[in-house]
């Protein structure tokens, strides 16, 4: 059975009263009515959508706890700096959980040695916005105690001031002896990141290795380089 052709666009459906209106009308008006609509509806929708809480995206931050392994660091009356730099990092990274706006990534959780430079490109792989390795110092006179922070000798502006705010907030924490920030040739060297190393006392001070082994002194220290990295993100 054959069938008339039709005009492109033309039926007996029911809506051919509509489409033989919409065929009088240019093409361009009702692209464009038709898009005006789909405007004022998506507008319309989006106007009755509660207004969703900005989420502040959270800073990658990661902590490094020095030596592990076979590296023990400096040891001490039987303390090894290792375990100490660890039972710190695990603290600070523990206190940032309650934090939405900053997110710490270790470079080992338990007693192992990655190279300097596998720290270094883990904090690069997971996108960090900077670097703090932590240390607890060592010298052969007991007399010399206190916290220092370290940067390397061609460290830029953003680790000095990643540093000076750690250094600020930890002797703040802690009310021990203010040693500064110091530069020498550290392998922090081998990244662009803002970088510091922070020596949170002395084991070879007996008073700071007492105060080194007291979980709630570790508490303070952890909460001074957390409140200083924090302010280091805050500007
Ligand atoms: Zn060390």
Known sequence: MSTLPTEKGHTASPSSSLSRILHRVPKAVVVVLLFSLVLV?????????????RVPVAAVVVID???????????????????????????????????????VILTRTTDTYPSLLERLALAEAVGARLYVSIHANYYSDSRICGVETWIDSNAGAESLRLAREVQRALVAATGAADRGVQRQTLYLRHTSLPTALVEVGYLSCPVERTKLLDPAYQERIAAGILAGILSFLDR
């Open 41 to 53: 509806l998506t507008v319309g929708i989006l106007a009755m959508l509660p207004e969703t809480p």
């Open 65 to 103: 706890a020095g030596h592990g392994a076979h590296d023990p660091g400096a040891i001490v009356a039987g303390v090894q700096e290792k375990d100490v730099n660890l039972s710190l990092s695990l603290r600070i990274q523990s206190k940032a959980e309650s934090l939405t706006n900053i997110q």
